[in-house]
């Protein structure tokens, strides 16, 4: 690759299988593209059933030993993951940029966010602690321990190539379980970056496996396999559904990080400055393709048109451009089909009544580029009210009492994340209660840390990512009963 790389041997182009790089075993290949400039940054081996069944099975074997160390060893490999990604944050950043497109100072954001995972689950691991519980006869005793769930499928998302991966493979390599890993086939290099990493690090052979190829066949061999007995996924609902599905005839326990629909809520006596600064981050980072971005910005009547002038006006010193490239800050969406949804979403909109303030078009960059946008007026009937737009589209919808702030804002059947801005101490608490999701951003725009349990509620999902309760995903309970003392 031409990556300016002070590492080259980070920019893999195999898969890890069993400590091993590997390539698909017809030999076949998958081209990975750069978003901004469309140009084919190398390949990936296009992998299947075959290869899933021994990467699995390379897991297994890999599994006694592996949850047999204490979890003190275990943290001191982990340690050395996350120094050698801290240490390697600037190549793992120009890999990142490059295969999904996010300006190069939010990929490397995101190194540091991924990275933290690592570094958090390595520590919280030493304190996976059971309980005794007081007999229920005079000659019981019990006791509960936590013991790792097994061998991990982690099936990850292109919007984060990293830090999804640390997110989930952390803290089951932290409780003891071996991970097979398929990564978005938009971004595979950051997960094979990650994998590199880890064999220097000193994971020992089957631990960690890495496969990239046919999402239907692996994540089919993955949820049929009875050796997995955990997947974790990050995606679309669409497909958490199918993998729920898949998954039932091996009874797996499941994490699922769906979509989201986040309202992104000012009312009349918040700091609108503040609000639109929150709301910037919220919406625009990584151009609007998270799924805790801000979906659905609902002003209230009195302060909505000063609310829509700032963030216009905001929008508008946007830099939008190649990530690689100097300042900057809005990148390409991840490819056409992304542009298309946009565009349908604004022309949705504009029909049904809704006004352009700011964008609204294709970027003049071309190829995956399209304007910041701001929409005025929009209301319920619109795509944007019920669908994850995931592109730089902020909808602005007007209410006028606190009660229709929360009916509009739970009118959806996701529940990933909601903002708001207010002041007013019992407002904010009816407001954070009554709100349906797992996560509330109250006066700010940004809610992931690795310390907080990161997940959703209705159809985005169950299982907790990130802090203490992040653990939890990969154990299972063992109640020890003893009788005759
Ligand atoms: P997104 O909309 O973010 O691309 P997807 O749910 O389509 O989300 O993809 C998330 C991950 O799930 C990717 O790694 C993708 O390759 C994988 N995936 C897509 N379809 C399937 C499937 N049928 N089985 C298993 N994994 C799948």
Redesign the pocket.
């Known amino acids: 690759s031409q990556l300016p790389l002070k590492d080259p041997r980070l920019f893999r182009q195999q898969a890890y299988i069993n400590g091993k790089w590997a390539n698909a075993d017809s030999g076949k290949t998958i081209d990975v593209t750069n978003p901004a400039t469309g140009e084919v940054l190398g390949t990936i081996p296009n992998m299947g059933t075959a290869e899933t069944r021994r990467a699995i099975e390379a897991a297994n074997a890999a599994w006694p030993a592996w949850r047999k160390k204490t979890a003190k060893e275990r943290a001191n490999i982990l340690r050395k993951w996350f120094n050698l990604m801290m240490e390697n944050q600037d190549d793992l950043g120009v890999i990142l940029t490059a295969e999904q497109g996010k300006p190069l100072a939010e990929a490397k954001g995101e190194i540091a966010y991924g990275a933290s995972f690592v570094e958090w689950f390595a520590e919280e691991a030493k304190r996976v602690y059971g309980d005794t519980i007081p007999g229920h006869q005079a000659d019981k005793r019990i006791v509960v321990i936590k013991e790792p769930v097994g061998v991990v499928g982690a099936?990850?998302?292109?919007?984060f190539p990293n830090a999804m991966i640390t997110r989930k493979c952390a803290p089951a390599l932290a409780a003891g379980c071996p991970v097979v890993i398929?990564?978005?086939?938009e971004t595979p290099y950051s997960a094979f970056a990650l994998a590199e990493l880890a064999e220097r690090a000193g994971f020992p052979a089957g631990v960690i496996n890495i496969i990239s190829g046919s999402?239907?066949e692996i994540?089919g061999e993955l949820t049929s396999n009875p050796i997995v007995r955990k997947i974790s996924f990050t995606?679309?609902t669409?497909?958490g559904k199918?993998?729920l599905k898949q998954s039932a005839d091996t009874v797996k326990k499941m994490s699922m990080e769906l979509g989201g629909n986040a309202a992104f809520i000012v009312f009349d006596d918040a700091d609108l400055d503040a609000a639109v600064e929150g709301a910037m981050m919220s919406k625009y980072r990584n151009t609007g393709q998270t799924c805790v971005c801000a979906n659905r910005i609902l002003v209230q009547d009195k302060v909505y048109d000063t609310f829509a002038q700032k963030l216009a006006a905001a929008v508008a010193k946007l830099k939008v451009g190649d990530g690689l490239k100097g300042e900057t800050q809005q990148g390409p969406l991840i490819n056409m089909k992304a542009v298309e949804k946009v565009e349908e979403h604004v022309a949705d909109a504009v029909k049904k009544g809704a006004k352009v303030i700011a964008g609204g078009h294709r970027h003049a960059l071309g190829g995956s580029f399209f304007e910041p946008t701001v929409l005025t007026g929009v209301t319920t009937e619109m795509a944007v009210a019920h669908e994850e737009t995931f592109g730089p589209v902020a909808p602005l919808f007007r209410f006028k009492t606190d009660e229709d702030a929360l009916k509009l804002a739970n009118d959806t059947e996701f529940g990933l994340a909601n903002y708001f801005y207010a002041r007013d101490l019992g407002r904010v608490w009816r407001v954070a209660e009554g709100l349906e999701s797992g996560i509330i951003g109250i006066n700010t725009g940004i809610i992931s840390t690795e310390v907080a349990p990161f997940g959703g509620v209705k159809e985005s999902g169950f299982g907790r990512e990130g802090s203490k309760y992040g653990m939890d995903d990969f154990l299972v309970i063992k109640y020890l009963c003893m009788g005759g003392v």
């Open positions: 099936i990850t998302p292109w919007n398929k990564p978005a086939t999402a239907r994540g995606g679309s669409e497909v199918i993998l």
